[in-house]
């Protein structure tokens, strides 16, 4: 049986590989979000699996995820790694050609989409109470429950957080935009997430496009960042204890370095196998988990949270007392015994939660609907399709409801920013009133 794992193991890996070139690099879509988004949460964790033996969590009520001795977890992730490799050939194939080159607005575009997540992730931070004091967690929570416009604008400021980066790189690679540009936007969002959100995904954001912008100096880069690892993997381990005691006492610097000199104080980390911080791994510890407990401990949901959430996401609870939770928390509640915590489970969990055995054939089912969708609306607004590549990537980390609330996030985008194209043509047009024949004189002489 190790054998064979370690054969699949080094088939899914050449796979990918494979299919990281076969990526359109000048058009990135949701598809690619995919297959970029196994590569970083599940073939690069599961490669460190190998050299270290398991992921384990000290604060997790299951694990540790051993690959040789948990063969069918081990073989379900192939078999899921199996289904996003067909899922990439399948949507690439379709999504040969047929794209209008429109000009969605450049530079003008980004910083209405940059104006609108400040917007939107300020008011979460401000209404959610994390700047009055205490746990952030606990606060959001209580927030969420007084005040459904907050569970909105939240997701929607996930959402732009995400499609910000998609957007200037796909404008950078059809060069509407210079690198430079690209960089300070991406440095700028990542920097105004920390500050905010405490987010930390937001840097792995910036460093998968700075990738793909210099991919063909993707060797020099790994060599030059692999000293680094140490650093970034023990500020990951402690990040999740800095965020969560960092607004006990209310926003201050001193709040800040109390926060971190007392996760540092009780850091748990020791070696390498803390890497795993920056891949998520612990997500593979609960998809685990599920392979082993899900129609004992923890029930088969028939698609209520799969198909039916992401279709219902923006009912309120108040007018369906009943309508299905979110996935995430249901397993935090029946993993770890506390309510309202979310735990994440890869890109497989909620298939496999609410289909058990059927569970590849409704993931392939989803993933394409979800990349046709995307695809017709990027034939229309191609800005679309950069966005889209990130809420690929994150569906990694969340759940399927996710995609379809980045759907509508995109749809309230576009409806702005053709709202402010109004004051701004007005406003050329009051300029070229004002300078009369000299604009007249310029545009016939074809400057």
């Not at 699996?49 to 073989?75: C, F, H, K, N, Q």
């Not at 609410?354 to 569970?359: E, I, R």
């Not at 920013?417 to 007005?426: E, K, V, Y």
């Amino acid at each position: 049986m190790e054998g064979l794992l370690l054969c699949l193991y080094v088939l899914l890996m050449m796979g990918t590989i494979a299919r990281f070139r076969s990526i359109n690099y000048r058009n990135i879509q949701f598809h690619d979000g995919i297959l970029v988004g196994m590569g970083f949460f599940l073939i690069a964790p599961i490669t460190l699996t190998l050299i270290y033996g398991d992921i384990a969590s000290a604060e997790m009520r299951a694990g540790p995820y051993e690959p040789v001795a948990d063969w069918r977890t081990s073989l379900n992730l192939a078999l899921g790694a199996g289904v996003v490799l067909l899922f990439h050939i399948l949507a690439s194939r379709l999504s040969k050609g047929g794209y209008k080159k429109k000009a969605d607005g450049g530079v003008g575009l980004i910083l209405v989409l940059l104006f609108l997540y400040i917007m939107c992730a300020v008011f979460t931070f401000f209404y959610s109470g994390r700047a009055g004091g205490g746990h952030w967690q606990g606060n959001l929570e209580a927030s969420l429950r007084s005040n459904p416009l907050l569970i909105i604008i939240g997701n929607f400021a996930n959402v732009y957080r995400g499609a910000i980066f998609g957007i200037l790189y796909n404008f950078w690679s059809n060069g509407k935009v210079t690198k430079f540009t690209v960089i300070t936007f991406g440095f700028s969002v990542c920097l105004v997430d920390i500050l905010i959100t405490f987010n930390r995904i937001t840097f792995a954001y910036f460093a998968i496009v700075i990738l793909l912008m210099f991919r063909k100096h993707f060797l020099q880069i790994l060599l030059v960042s692999l000293p680094l690892l140490p650093f970034i993997s023990y500020f990951s381990s402690l990040w999740t204890a800095i965020r969560g005691l960092a607004l006990m006492d209310g926003y201050s610097i001193s709040g800040f370095m109390n926060a971190f000199e007392t996760a540092r104080s009780v850091s748990s980390y020791s070696d390498g196998r803390s890497t795993n911080a920056i891949f998520d791994s612990e997500n593979i510890i609960v998809f685990d988990w599920l392979v082993k407990h899900t129609g004992e401990y923890f029930p088969v949901l028939y698609g209520s949270t799969f198909i039916v959430r992401p279709l219902t996401v923006f009912i309120p609870s108040t007018l369906w007392p009943n309508k299905p939770g979110v996935f995430g928390v249901d397993v935090g509640t029946s993993l770890q015994g506390v309510p309202g915590l979310a735990l994440n489970s890869t890109l497989f969990g909620e298939a496999y939660g609410n289909f058990l055995y059927f569970w590849p054939l409704a993931l392939l089912s989803m993933l394409y609907l979800l990349s046709w969708i995307f695809r017709t609306l990027g034939r229309r607004w191609s800005f679309v399709n950069g966005a889209s590549f990130f809420i690929g990537f994150a569906l990694w980390r969340f759940d399927m409801s996710s995609a379809f609330i980045g759907l509508v996030a995109l749809f309230a985008f576009q409806f702005v920013f053709r709202l402010s194209r109004i004051p701004i043509q007005a406003l050329l047009a009051a300029r070229i009133v004002k300078s009369g024949p000299r604009i007249r004189r310029m545009n016939f002489s074809g400057h």
